[in-house]
């Protein structure tokens, strides 16, 4: 199978969605297709997380088997840079 | 003639076994081991000032303060270390001042200033642990990257008006470990490179946008890392280098386990255990390493000419940190057009080295090169 289904959601639970994706997508594709379609604030980044797993999907990897399985959970989370003042 | 104590002896330890009588009756909490602790805390601001009294409070034997700022009134509303009649004080110098007064036993030492003024290599290698505190993704990855180098546990701060990320990356358990860098997004380089022109003069009209905190998000923030400084001195509960969020609205958190990444800016280049050797920052490469690359910290001033044959005198800008300078260098102060050539770079041969800056001081933080597939950090110091 070169197609992957999977829940997308953002880190407060506000946004949700399924999405078919194709193996070949990346960590960085999914992001931009939540930032695009939810119309995410664009001065903040993001990263992308297996929330089944507990762990984190590189922008540069692939959706491949063994990082995403057919119903996971996936969650795009804030990098967040405040810190100072 | 009876042998009198010392008045501080006595004072010190009595006092200290009372002020951490609490802390005792903890079955996993060690004093000494946290009075033996020494860790670096880089930005006093409002996370910092969560986490050097937490530290503080804790006991933590020794706290290096680092920050270049200075207070504001808009700073007091998150800042439990400063007052109103600070406005206007190193940030640095005053959250030290008033860790002390919280304990006298703790030893906190202000560096104010640009922590990479005041820190090589190898000072970052003397700390138990560094915390991150500061606010912008720059200074994180130049943290980063010294902590990677000198083999150190790096912890990671970060909030907004409703959220709190702590990263920990526990350098010291080898190179397997990721580091801050591994899996950042690209918008972060792309968002660092907009705050400069290309060659890494910053540009004179940048402004940074402010993101809006509270004390809920940064005082979470640093009992966050406090609690993480001390796992990793008692039960070592993480591995691996991980991930938190906390929303403090829903209290919903996630803890990721994080990917070493085999394209990442930050480690990738690193081959094996670094091997740092402090050097003197006048430059004299070794016979026989001619030839080799050496990869500076930080982006240098190699030459600057104009283009229209204006005579220029640019000894004050040629072989010093670009990023020392902003996009104006680009602007002829004689023929008043944009027609400065300025030369910028980050590598440079053994010779070139040798070429450039013969018996001069290198201007970076530290030079990195391979021997026999080695990483070697040259910790250049004055």
Known sequence: MDMVIIILRT??????????????????????????????????????????????????????????KDGDVLEIQPVLVAGGM | MPETKPESSWDLTDKASGRYLRHNLIDWFSQEEVAAARVAVIGAGAIGNETIKNLTLLGVGMIDVFDFDTIELHNLTRSVLFREFDVGRNKAECAAERARELDPNVNVRAFAGDFRDHMSVHQAS??????????????????????????????????????????????????????????????VYQRVARRYSCGWLKKAAFRENAVPTTIITSAMAGAAAAAIALDK????????????????????????????????GGCAGIDGVPLVIPTKRTVAVVPGMEAEEFTSSDAIITDCA?????????????????????????????????????????????????????????????????????????????
């Open chain 1, 11 to 68: 880190a407060d639970q506000a946004r949700k969605a399924e999405l078919t994706l194709q193996r070949s997508n990346t960590g960085a594709d999914v992001i931009q297709a939540a930032v695009d379609n939810w119309n995410l604030p664009i001065d903040t980044d993001y990263s992308l997380i297996n929330a089944g797993s507990g762990k984190n999907i590189l922008p540069t990897q692939r959706l491949l088997d063994d990082v995403v």
């Open chain 2, 126 to 187: 003397t700390y138990d642990t560094v915390i991150c505190c500061v606010d912008n993704f720059e200074a994180r990855i130049r943290l980063s990257k010294m902590c990677l180098l000198a083999g150190t546990d790096f912890i990671n701060t970060g909030i907004d008006s409703r959220s709190v990320e702590i990263g920990f990356y526990p350098l010291s358990r080898g190179t397997d470990i990721p580091c801050y860098e591994c899996g950042l997004p690209p918008t």
């Open chain 2, 233 to 264: 001195k008692f039960a070592g509960t993480h591995p691996g280098a991980v991930r938190i969020l906390i929303d403090t609205k829903t209290f919903r958190q996630s803890i990721v386990d994080l990917t070493k990444d085999p394209e990442c």
């Open chain 2, 306 to 382: 104009c283009k229209n044959g204006c005579r220029l005198d640019v000894s004050h800008i040629v072989l010093r940190r670009a990023d020392e300078f902003d996009d104006r260098l680009f602007e002829c102060p004689v023929c008043k057009s944009n027609s400065v050539n300025v030369d910028i770079r980050h590598t440079f041969t053994g010779a070139e080295l040798i070429g450039f800056f013969d018996g001069k001081p290198f201007p970076a933080d530290y030079l990195l090169t391979k021997i026999k597939d080695h990483t070697v950090c040259y910790d250049l110091e004055d």
